[in-house]
């Protein structure tokens, strides 16, 4: 059984084949042309699946349904002083307007921190309670699987450490003095919201595994 990620974030690829050792494991790229999949869901586990379900589609027009599944990662920060933003528009919040419509596509980063940082700043806060939610999708012909991670901790109006990607250098896990982006590696991999919910998508991989060729 063969696994292929349902995206093109390449920080995502290599955080995911870091901790799913033991599996052949493929970005979108490598196995069929990546295509625009519209994340209209209104929960991470809505978008997850969307992804899943759109790559299986994919694979069994290829005719890889019997060597594939497909694997997917939906997943952001929720700040508590913030009602929650930007939560499932973590990696579009600076396109989201006031209405919470997302106008653009100009979002990334470095200006999603930049907006997180001003937001907080605006309500005169060095910091706001808040945590990571990850829900990995796997789709295979057998059927679709959830599960979900979790990281506590909090959300700081300054940038620290370099390490990592999207909201790292902005978030401080409970039981840390230092930011997502100035952990290493091996510590991140150990705590992190991804790791959690890949760690339970396991128990699905390895049952799936044992009916694939």
């Known amino acids: 059984m063969k696994i292929v990620l349902a995206t093109s974030n390449l920080d995502k690829v290599k955080e995911i084949k870091e901790f799913l050792k033991g599996y052949e494991i493929y970005a979108l790229s490598e196995v069929v042309k990546p295509f625009e999949i519209v994340e209209d869901g209104s929960t991470f586990q809505q978008n997850a699946l969307i992804k899943s379900k759109a790559v299986f589609a994919k694979l069994k027009e290829l005719g890889l349904e019997d060597e594939f599944v497909s694997l997917s990662d939906d997943s952001g920060i929720s ?111 150990k705590i992190s919201h991804r790791s959690k919910g890949l760690e339970l998508a396991n128990f699905a991989l390895k049952s799936l595994k044992k009916n694939y060729k």
């Open 79 to 189: 700040v508590d002083a913030l009602g929650g933003e930007p939560g499932i528009y973590s990696a579009r919040y600076f396109d989201l307007d006031e209405n919470d419509k997302v106008c653009g596509k100009n979002a990334n980063d470095a200006n999603n921190r930049a907006k997180l940082i001003s937001k907080l700043k605006a309500l005169n806060l060095k910091s706001s309670p808040a945590h990571y939610t990850a829900c990995i999708a796997i789709s295979s012909k057998f059927g679709d699987y959830t599960t979900h991670g979790f990281m506590y901790g909090k959300a700081i109006d300054e940038e620290r450490g370099t390490n990592g990607f999207g909201y790292d250098a902005l978030f401080i896990p409970d039981g840390f003095t230092k930011t997502l982006g100035e952990l290493d590696n091996e510590t991140k991999l």
